[in-house]
Nanobody, 127 residues
Framework: QVQVVESGGGVVQAGDSLRLSCVAS????????MAWFRQAPGKERDFVAG????????VYAESVKGRFTFSRDDAKNTVFLQMSSLKPEDTAIYYC????????????????????WGQGTQVTVSS
């Protein structure tokens, strides 16, 4: 059983930056595909960014390209989401997701591919 725990959410103003962290526990972490999703009030959960195991390429949603950066620290079993130039429409609960499978790039954005989810961390961007 893999456990994932997010942290780093908060309330910021438009244009500010924020970094989210997600720690995953479990064997062979470096092979996990990890991703961030978000869910705004009244909307479905959407993919934000993710990458498969070590040396895997990173996939981003179009809405965050150039503003958000996904990174991994495999030594610490941790992934990060560095968010810059935040907009009010980035307001959402951000969820970290993990799977022990090395997904191909086209399936990284698919929610159904992940079987381990964190509890979420709230990000609020005021205008």
């Amino acid at each position: 059983q893999v456990q994932v725990v997010e942290s780093g959410g908060g309330v910021v103003q438009a244009g500010d930056s924020l970094r989210l962290s997600c720690v995953a526990s479990g064997p062979s972490y470096s092979r996990y595909t990890m991703a961030w999703f978000r869910q705004a009030p009244g909307k479905e959960r959407d993919f934000v960014a993710g990458s498969r195991g070590r040396f895997g390429s990173t996939v981003y949603a179009e809405s965050v390209k150039g503003r958000f950066t996904f990174s991994r620290d495999d030594a610490k079993n941790t992934v990060f989401l560095q968010m810059s130039s935040l907009k009010p429409e980035d307001t959402a609960i951000y969820y970290c997701a993990a799977t022990g499978r090395n997904l191909i790039s086209s399936t990284i954005p698919l929610m159904g591919e992940y079987d381990n989810w964190g509890q979420g961390t709230q990000v609020t961007v005021s205008s």
